[in-house]
């Protein structure tokens, strides 16, 4: 076997580093990200201060242009991707917290509390979410960031809950959960020791999965006039759409927004397939 | 007799980041039609990935050089296409885990089909063929219509040997062909082999394993692989009742005979493991591990060499030139 | 001298259900009675389907029987409800298991699960750390090993057999009385099996150690045991010393002997046996191997032999009814 070993010592760091796939897509995101947190400080305008100017074209004073109320769309677009990425951030933490605690619970015990949390994910399964959610989304008081992230979160966990129940429940029965027991390791000890830190890198995974959900998901709620506020991703094209930006022929309203969207919604989705190239075994191409 | 098989200085390694890995270092042997070889020794030696060159090579596999000649057909300069083309025709193989081979949800027909379709040959044809070689082999004609999943180890380990044999292929090459399964389906599956030798459905056999006992049941002739190299050859009988390699001694104590408790006599095994071939030991390969050992051992690497009719030896202490050098 | 510990399987069964509802039901081990005392190694031979590993997992406490029960020096081990009454069970009774690389969090060093067994039972050399590394060192040793070849390694930097042999050093610390190892040897190189199993040997004679060793090697199961009991099917159809499996009584035991391939003999005459596939073959009213058997009787198909005793041996066969 000493031979193979050798053979076998190839580590996810280095199929992370060769993986061309990663570096673009990690690239774009944290681009995104960048664009969200320091483009604010970069123009002097905020996304609702009136500007003189009527559907401008791009020029140096407005990069994107001004929409057919004169709002600044740089401005619009860098404060949206504040808030779009917020609501995306808090609903992705929700539902992997959710779905770990969840699917461990089910995957541990098993039986009726197993066969209840199976159901429910079922349910979720079946009925597709976004439904439940714009029907929640219309009665509710008021939508702010934390709102519609915990309302997207609540609504997505199953996914994380489904896996991380399938791992835990092989776990529970693997070899070296019960060779821990016999070391005279009590269940939460071996919970610690053994299960949470096999669990955790898959938790991140499937952050990051859900993230790319979830903002897909955000900026179709956006769209839809869900939004948290008025100048979120998906509001800027709602509103270039409801206004008539399209005939009117201001397509810098909804071409630069439109682009980030689609940059960021592509680019977390290669991030996922490439992190499970790297992380599943099975997948891994060498 | 006609030679099936001749390698010589054939090599193998494996390319990986820290270096090569030399799993097969300068392997010579032939084999003649209707012989069935045992080819021995621990997990780690080379012996999976010898043979597993002959028929598939993919990387980081690499054939970095020697000669290996099945008949006429040069394995080493084998072009991809030609290589598809002798698979199973001229040369087959069953696989160490060929009981997963077999996924689940195809039938066995549609197996055959495949296999049809890849020769060129009609399904008819291949259909009645595999029916005839079942009933040969003990395996109900029903099987065809069955899926893998529904088939015991034993009767899957047959059906994969039928598969693997339906074209009657000058060598068959089974890599552990009995390790999985159980002691009373062993005997049958090896009797198999055995007798698809002395029918003629198959010119000659390599049977890898790590298990001497079963080898002695049916093999004409072992070769003992250490390290990527070949250390000793000989007729069955003559290696196990008088081992000459101090490896293959110790591999064949390893062995308990029955009626041997261990309040009668104490058994040893072989202890260590084989080295890291990456960076094999100089001299004789075994030197570390050697019980024998001599100051020549550790510096110069013994030659293959004939000894007393037929039996071939890799060790210093029969070699008449020892003393000479050291 | 250690104290004089017993386990006890009286009318052991383990039903699995399968299929939808659970309605397909196979009986994995099948009113198994037996008696195990410390001081001697107690060898359980069967071919896969046996039930030999289900009743390991069961004595080890890791899989619920279905009805009869496991005493532990009079207590059900299955009654015990406390962490505290099973960590004290554990700490007598230990476990090896087959793969030694699925044995060991690959997320943790080799020698942190040693420690932590080590403080788990003896927490009084968590204080103090060079007592606590002597301990593991020469539990290592006793296995053939020296801890400086494990120091901060991972599992899959180690060979199978050095592995095995950690496991088995694990075991150990506790100080148990018995130590359950099923198919220890068979997932390691042939070259190092007979090692392994003298270690067990050894354990039993200069520790005291009683080994419950598990396997389908039917030589190895000679050479390592000082009573053997043969399972076929979930039943124990054969129980004596060694001795019995170089003249056994039992006709499948007899088919056993026949077909495993040994290195001083070659196969000469053909099996009088079906080739019968374990998983495929019927279970019926009378005895489990009548399918099989070439010496069977009429009775044999009707009604479940009684297990009779040879002096020696004991053998669950109508062979040897009297009458």
Known sequence: MSWLSDVRASTTIRLLKKNAKFWTSFSIVVFIIVLGVIGPYLTPYGPRTPTSALMSPPSMQH??????????????????????????????????????????????????IDAAIDTVINILLAIPPILIMILIAVYMGKRGIIEMGLLVGSLSWHWTARAIRSQVASMKVSEYVSMSFLSGNSFIKVLFKDILPNIASYSLLAFVIQLSNAIMTIVTLEFLGFGATEWSLGAIVQLAVLWGGITLGIWWWFTFPGIIIIALITSLYILVVSLEEVFNPRLRRE | ??????????????????????????????????????????????????????????????????????????????SEKERRRILLTKISIIPQYALDALPTIKKIKTFLKDIAKDKGVPEEEVLEKFIE???????????????????????????????????????????????ALDVTTQRHVLELLAELRDTGIIGSLIFVTHDIASVRQIADKIIVMYAGKVVEIGETEDIVTDPKHPYTRKLIEAVPKLGINYKKKRLSGLPGSPPSLLNPPPGCRFHPRCPLVMATCKTREPPLKPLNGTRLVACWLYDQSKGEQS | MRRQDTIVLRDLTKVFSLGLLGRKKIIAVDRVNLEIRSGEILNILGESGSGKSTI????????????????FNNTNIWRMTKWKDIKEYYRRVQGVFQDPYSSFNPRRRVLDVLYDTLYNYFPEYREDKVSAKKYIAEALESVGLNINDIEGKYSHQLSGG?????????????????????????????????????????????????PIIIGHDYSLAYYASDRIVVLYKGQIVEEGPPEVLEDPAHPYTRLLKESVPLIDRKWSKKLEYSIGDIEVSRRGKGCIFADRCPFKKPICEQKEPPVINLGKSKVKCWLYASK
């Not at chain 1, 057919?68 to 504040?82: L, P, S």
């Not at chain 2, 621990?42 to 054939?63: H, W």
């Open chain 1, 63 to 112: 990069p994107f242009g001004t929409d057919y109320f004169g709002y600044d769309v740089f401005a619009e677009t860098v404060y949206g991707i504040r808030v779009s990425l917020s609501v995306g951030v808090i609903a992705a933490l929700i539902a992997t917290i959710i779905g770990v605690v969840l699917g461990m619970i089910a995957g541990l015990k098993g039986g009726l």
């Open chain 2, 1 to 78: 007799m006609e030679t099936i098989l001749e390698l010589e200085d054939y090599k193998v390694y494996y390319k990986t980041l820290s270096g090569y890995v030399r799993a097969v270092d300068g392997v010579s042997f032939t084999i003649k039609k209707g012989e069935i070889v045992g080819l021995i020794g621990e997990s780690g030696c080379g012996k999976s990935t010898l043979i597993m060159s002959l028929v598939i090579r993919k990387p980081p596999m690499i054939v970095m050089g020697g000669k290996a000649r099945l008949k006429s057909i040069d394995l080493v300069n084998i």
């Open chain 2, 133 to 179: 070689r079942a009933r040969i082999i003990g395996l109900p004609s029903e099987v065809v219509n069955m899926y893998p999943i529904e088939l015991s180890g034993g009767m899957r380990q047959r059906v994969v040997i039928t598969l693997a044999t339906i074209f009657s292929p000058d060598l068959l090459i089974a890599d552990e062909p009995t390790s």
């Open chain 3, 56 to 71: 390991a997992k069961m004595v080890l406490r890791l899989l619920r029987p279905t009805k009869g029960e496991i005493l």
């Open chain 3, 162 to 210: 050095q592995l095995q042999r950690a496991s088995i050093a694990r075991a150990l610390l506790p100080k148990p009385s018995f130590i359950v190892a099923d198919e220890p040897v068979s997932m390691v190189d042939a070259s190092t099996r007979i090692d392994i199993l003298n270690i067990f040997i050894d354990l039993k004679e200069e520790y005291g150690v009683s």
